[in-house]
Each structure stands twice: as C-alpha cells, then as structure tokens.
C-alpha cells in the first residue's frame, strides 16, 4: 500500500499547480469564459508544453505512458482553478478511444499530433432518451462501397465547438461502432453552447456524413467493451476532478467562517456551522478515497466488473459529496455565496455539473447493485 | 377534528379558482410556467389587474381596501395564485411597508403612500441587509444625520431586491450610534429613490439573472417627514413587521404546481425504455417531497386554525414554514434538474429539434437560483435559533 504521489508524479503535480497560481487565477478564468470561444488556445499551448496531454498514452507516440493515478494531480489542480479547457474530453475520452481501439496507422495518425498540442479529439456519443445508458446509440452507420455514411444526432458533446476530430459512436449491421470523424466533413455541423458551468459544448448533428473505411476505430460492431472502459477511466478522471473543486470549496468555505463576522464574533464560533463543515470535511476525505479507488480500478483491475464496480461506487460517492458540499458551501457564505463575482458559486456550478455527468448518483447506485459481488 | 375546508370555504377557493382562470393574462401565465424573466411591467400589469379586482391587498383594513377576509381566506387566496402560476406579488409595498404604515404611520403618511401602493403607481424596495449586517441586522451602519428638517443619509445597503424597479425603498438607518444597545438608535425611514446621491449598482447572481443590487446613498436629503414612527425606535417598527404576516412563506400553493411539473416531466422523460416517474429511486424521491408537503400544508392549516381561534399568530414556530417550505422548494427545483439527466447541462437554450429547448436550460439555473430562499428572509440557521430560544427555551 502506497497513496503517496512518485517522484514524477508529485512533479506534474507542482507544474500543474505553478499554472494555476500564476496563469489561471480566477480573473484569468473569467477572461477566458467570458471570450468568444470561452476557452484559451494559449492555455491549450501550455498544457501541451508541460506534457499533461502526453500523460496516459504510450511513449511510442511521445507520451508517458501513465494512467489515471498518474493524472489524478492533474484532474485535481484542474478542479480546483476550474480550468474550462477541454483536457478530460480530449485525453480522458476522444483520444482514449483512439488510443484504445485504433489501429496502428490511426495511433500514429492522430496520438503525436494530440499530446504536441495541435489537435484536439472529442467524442460524440449521448443522444436523445439514452440518459446515462451507454448501449443507446440510434446514430446509423451504412456501408456505402468502401466507406460509410452517418446519420444522426449527437447530445452535449463536451469539447465538441473546438474539438479538431470526433469520435462518433454509431449502430452498423453488426452492432454498435466509432468512427473518427473530421470536424469539417461535409453534412456535420455543431451547435455550440456555454453549459452551467461555463464549459463549451454542442450538438453534434450528422446529415450523411460520408466517410472513408479507415474511419471505422477498431472491430465493426465491437465497440461497447471499449466505450464502458474509456468512459469509466473517465469517470475515474472527472472523480479526481471533483476532489480537486470539493477541496477548493471547502478551502473558501473555512476561510469565510473564519473571516466573517456577525453579532460581534466570526461565524465559524457558532457550534452548528462548526459541525456542518466538519461534515464537509468528512464528505470530501470520502469522496477523495473513492477517487483514489476508481483511479487505482481503471488502471490495475484484470476483471471489468471489479473495474465497474468500483467506477459506480465512487461516482455515486462523489456525486453526493458534491451536492453536500456545493450546497453546504453556499448556505454557509450567505448571500454573498449566491454572486456571480464569488469563485464560490462557480465552484458549485462545476461540482453541480460532475454530480450529473457520466451518470449522477442514482444511475451509480443501481449499477452498482446490478453488477456482481 | 376536521381537516376539510368549510363549504364557505370551498365556495371562496373555486371562486378564487375561476377568477384566476379567467383573468390571468396567457402572456404571463406561460412566462410564469416557463420560468421566463418578469420585467417591472409585467409585474405591475399583474398587480393592477388584482387591484381593479379589489383582490390587491386582502390583510388591508377595509376602509383602505382591505377584503375582510378570515386568515384561512387569506391564505386560500395566497395558496391559489401559487398553484395557478401568477407572477409573484412584490411583498415590500403591500405586504411590508403597509403593515407599518397601518401600526406606525401618521395619517398625511397613510393618505400619501396607501393609495400609490393600492395601485401600484410606486414600487417599494427593503433596504435592511448592509454588507455587514446581515443575520446581524441591528449591527447596520448606515447613517442618518439630522440637519434642520432634513436627514443627511449616507452608507450603503446591499442585497436590495428589485431595487432597480424601484420608486420607493423603506430602510433602517442609525440615527444615534451613543446607545448602549444596538438595537436602539435606529430608525425606519423612508426614501424617494429618485433623491441626488442615490445609487443601484447591479449584483448578478451565479444564476446569471438581476433580481438584487447594491444601494448606495451618498449625503442623500431625506425630509424629516419620512421618519416613520419615532426616531431611534426603528427595530421596533422592524420586529413587529417580522411578527406580522408570515403565514404564506410555506409556498404551499407554488409548491403543489411545481410538483405538478416534475411529475409531468418525470412522465416525459425516459429512462431504461420507460418513463422516468416508474423508476423507483426517481419515484421514491418524489413522493417523499409529495408527503413532506402534504404535512407541511396541515402544519400550516394547523397554525391557521390557531390564529383564527386565538388571534395570535403561533410566535415562533412559524418558522418551521419558512425552513420545511424552503427546503421543499429547492429539493423540487433538485430533482426537476435531476429528471433530465444530462440534458441539464446546457446554459442556453440550443433550440434543436432533439436536444435542450428553452424551459429545459432554465432548470439548472433555477436549481442555483433557489439555494438563496434557504439564505434570504432570515437564513434557515437563523429561523432554527429563533425557534430555538423562543419556542423551547435553549
Ligand atoms: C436573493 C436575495 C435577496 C435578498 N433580498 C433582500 C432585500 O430585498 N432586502 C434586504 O434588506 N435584504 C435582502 N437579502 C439579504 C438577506 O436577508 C441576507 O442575505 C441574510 O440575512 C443573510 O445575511 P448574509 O448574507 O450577510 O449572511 P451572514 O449573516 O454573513 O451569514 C453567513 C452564514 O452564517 C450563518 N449564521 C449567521 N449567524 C448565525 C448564527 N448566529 N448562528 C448560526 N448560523 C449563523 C448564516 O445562516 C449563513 O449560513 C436578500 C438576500 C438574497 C440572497
């Protein structure tokens, strides 16, 4: 047993934090989700530099070949700052899918250019009615001579309005696929949005996008294995993540108790907000061992219901940690936790946001329940 | 014991009933169902419509335009405009400032404020909250100097609801910063928002939306004949206001027609191939809240019945309606959020034929926007110390 960060580890780590201290404070944020594209192309530039996109895929393409304790640092300084730009969309799901599913020419193709920094990898899967269900994809892939033809309409796509490539899940003869899809291919446009906590995604629409036979990522018909892995090594990223913002709430959060004073005295000497952020506390020490349980899972697991196992158990554990302690860390900030100009309240838009992404706590729990002991 | 209403009773909810059918302009009514934005107009429109009614300002004394009306009618009438979905009624000219008036004001200050509130021709505001005093009211610093038959007002309030609509605000000051007790040396006065040296600044909350403001009052020179009551003895004026009316802060009615709405959502929604209201851990949830309801409604019932027999308002344990009523709401606007799923992402409404219309991108923000009712009119940590210290004794 070991929860100590490496040597390089603790090392990304440092740089990670340095960034954030000195280039992503909160007015640096807001600049950045108040521009036109609400993320920062120089900011992508520096994460590249730091090598972060280059973490978890093979040193064959330049990368380090970690996993996902080795970003666990990472996800949780991004949690904290509240970087917006598309790291998890990129790394943790659309250049995964690549890496995970793709052929040798498509690794080379797509892998260096991803952890340089130059292209971006989104992947488009949710659609309308499926909610968290990972099998519900009607998006239709028809064989046309020696490529294929898209169809179909895909949900809340996180990274999608800047994304270069995207990986597309759609139901060929043989069953459900990926394809990788050029952001500019005729008939695929995006409707771009900010979502609640000022991330930018879209709609990805598909009106017979035409593409070629080496599109196809992996075996045809054979992508569910793959979308349940990747999706749960993001999960396990979007968990470290959610530590990373609980700690920078309950941070703020003391603070505040400690600073702010009513009837004479600071707020945090009443005995009742005292117990309430000791609960958030505990909640956060919780959410934090689950986090390091589902990183450890997705890297080491032999077994992919060991893996799915503890995947559900610790998003259903982080998802009502980040209920308790956004919610928590409102109330006790009283009005001014409720303002726009509070980091507070952007901290519990994203920590809003995670509860709900990849399935929020109800969808863990049941999968949890349906997945053997 | 009789949990039903009175035939009179009933008779007076389904005429409130069809009034409000047939009065509530649809305009308003599907901003009100689709969360939309309530602009100054459309919240005077409402008010003018009940006071043509005469249906304005029921707790008023008659010879003001009051209805007469018992506590239950009152809160029936309350109850039934939540459930219909009209726009709220902006409790600071008639339900606040009024109620003063009533108890504290001189006769010129009835005859010059009453009718322009009766009528909404003058929107009020609360100026109590200062950026220091908050839970801790009577810590405010806001000064008001006399000089000849004026006060020289300077300081600054914060957290002023639709101060930006504002005609009028009603605010406590210090007068005299010498006494020994805080409490004492404050005065309730009130203000002409258009008098030199008063500025709104804009608060946006995380919700995105403009609801509240910051006040500032530089050397602003109030006529001595704004002073209600006497002077120092505002937090008198300010605790029987808290005392007076706080029968409808259960929300009971609005309540019951957003649980209307989730169970409609919850109807539309799919989850595994069926609807999302027949999943049990979604369903469970949501009569949970449905039951918490119910008992709050008789709670509130209970306590009516108590004022109508006694005359009393039951003291303190009315804020059981402001805690249970506030963390009704915000578990209805959680789950509504919940019930779509990843949809709930989006800030704006993308318009696509199969992903976010407009009334599903409010219910995130409107999730965030609630989290201030369990702030606001006395934290909920605050009505527990009430109850606390006054109903047992602690
Ligand atoms: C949307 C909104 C609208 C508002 N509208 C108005 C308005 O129109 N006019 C107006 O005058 N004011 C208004 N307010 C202000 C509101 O009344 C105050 O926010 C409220 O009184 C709390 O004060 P505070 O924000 O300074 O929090 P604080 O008093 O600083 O409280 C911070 C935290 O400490 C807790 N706390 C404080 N004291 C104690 C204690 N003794 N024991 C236990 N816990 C304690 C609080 O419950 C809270 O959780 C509004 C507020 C909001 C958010």
Known sequence: ????????????????????????????????????????????????????????????????????????????????????????????????????????????????????????????????????DLSKVSTQATKTGNGWNLHGEKLIVLGAPMADRIVVSARTVAGISLFLVDRTAPGLT???????????????????????????????????????????????????????????????????????????????????????????????????????????????????????????????????????????????HGGMGMTEEMKISHTFRRLTMIAQQFGDADHHLARYGSLAE | MDLNYSADELAFRDEVRAWLAANLPNDLREKVSGYAHLSRDDLLRWHKILAKKAWIAPAWPKEWGGNDWTVVQRYIFEEECGYAGT?????????????????????????????????????WCQGYSEPGSGSDLASLKTRAVREGDHYVISGQKIWTTLAHYADWIFCLVRTDSSMSKRQEGISFILIDMQTPGITVRPLILMDGGHEVNEVFFDNVKVPVENLVFEENKGWTVAKYLLGHERMNTGRIGASKRELVKLKDLARKEIKDGKPLIEDMRFRDKLFRVEIELTALEITNLRFLDQMRRTGQPPGADVSILKIRGTEIQQTLTELMMQAIGPLAQPFEAVGSAGGVDAYTSTLAPRYCSYRKTSIYAGSNEIQRNIIAKMSLGL
Request: with cysteine; hydrophobic share 45%; charged share 20%.
């Open chain 2, 87 to 123: 726009p709220p009624l902006i409790p600071f000219g008639i339900a606040m400032c009024a109620p003063v008036l009533f108890k504290f004001g001189t006769e010129a200050q009835k005859k010059r404020f009453l009718p322009r509130i009766y009528q909404g021709e003058d929107f």
């Open chain 1, 1 to 132: 047993m070991n929860f100590d960060s490496n040597e390089t580890q603790q090392l990304l780590a440092d740089a990670v934090l340095r960034f954030a201290a000195k280039d992503y404070d909160f007015e640096a944020r807001k600049r950045i989700v108040q521009s036109a594209d609400g993320w920062s192309e120089s900011v992508w530039n520096t994460i590249a530099e730091m090598g972060l996109l280059g973490i978890p895929f093979s040193a064959d393409y330049g990368g380090f070949g970690g996993g996902a304790a080795d970003l666990m640092n990472v996800m949780d300084a991004i949690g904290s700052a509240l970087i917006v730009e598309p790291f998890l969309p990129t790394v943790g799901l659309g250049a995964q899918l690549v890496a995970r599913a793709g052929s040798a020419a498509q690794h080379a193709a797509i892998l260096p250019s991803v952890i340089e920094g130059k292209i971006k990898v989104a992947f488009a899967h949710t659609e309308k009615h499926a909610r968290y």
């Open chain 1, 190 to 332: 995006i409707r771009p949005y900010r979502t609640l906590d000022e991330v930018r995604a879209g709609d990805v629409v598909l009106s017979n996008v035409r593409v070629s036979g080496d599109a196809l990522l992996g075996t045809d018909g054979h992508a569910p294995p793959v979308i349940e892995a990747v999706t749960d090594f993001a999960i396990a990223l979007l968990c470290a993540e959610a530590v990373g913002a609980m700690k920078s709430a309950n941070d703020a959060t003391l603070e505040y108790l400690k600073t702010r004073k009513q009837f004479g005295v600071t707020i945090g000497t009443f005995q009742t907000l005292q117990h309430r952020m000791v609960d958030m506390m505990v909640s956060y020490e919780q959410a934090k061992s689950m986090a390091c349980l589902a990183c450890s899972k997705v890297d080491h697991a032999t077994d992919v219901n060991d893996r799915a196992r503890a995947v559900a158990a610790a998003k259903f554990r982080i998802a009502e940690a980040c209920r308790h302690i956004s919610q928590e860390s409102i109330q006790l």
